[in-house]
Nanobody, 127 residues
Framework: VQLQASGGGLVQAGDSLKLSCVASGDSYRVNVVGWFRQAPGKEREFVAAISWRGISTLVADSVKGRFTISKDFAKNTVYLQMNSLKTEDTAVYFC?????????????????????WGQGTQVTVSS
């Protein structure tokens, strides 16, 4: 499975961005797609996840109410809609695929369970 993330950019606080993650390759191995972010000098942080074949979604408390995760099955694409962006949202955003089936809130937050990672897209929010 290959993942291609895009949609990042430089925006002002309060603006919106929509990130895309396109999956290609062995689609049967796409099970949970997650978004993580990493700011300079900080650890990688869970942002959101979505079950590829189910209806489960999870959004981190830090972005709840501002970020929404969705998918377009026909386009093999997962989106991260980011509204009301803050300067603390500045980071490189990565999408990742958990190749093993199963959904658990505790598990999908852990970056270690994801098998395939995209290259990341930079989001910079200025004040």
């Amino acid at each position: 499975v290959q993942l291609q993330a895009s949609g990042g950019g430089l925006v002002q606080a309060g603006d919106s961005l929509k990130l895309s993650c396109v999956a290609s390759g062995d689609s049967y191995r796409v099970n949970v797609v997650g978004w993580f972010r990493q700011a300079p000098g900080k650890e990688r942080e869970f942002v959101a996840a979505i079950s590829w074949r189910g209806i489960s979604t999870l959004v981190a408390d830090s972005v709840k109410g501002r970020f929404t995760i969705s998918k377009d099955f026909a386009k093999n694409t997962v989106y991260l809609q980011m509204n009301s962006l803050k300067t603390e949202d500045t980071a490189v955003y990565f999408c990742a695929n958990k190749g093993t089936p199963g959904w658990s809130v505790a598990v999908v937050k852990r970056s270690s369970v994801y098998d395939h990672w995209g290259q990341g897209t930079q989001v910079t929010v200025s004040s």
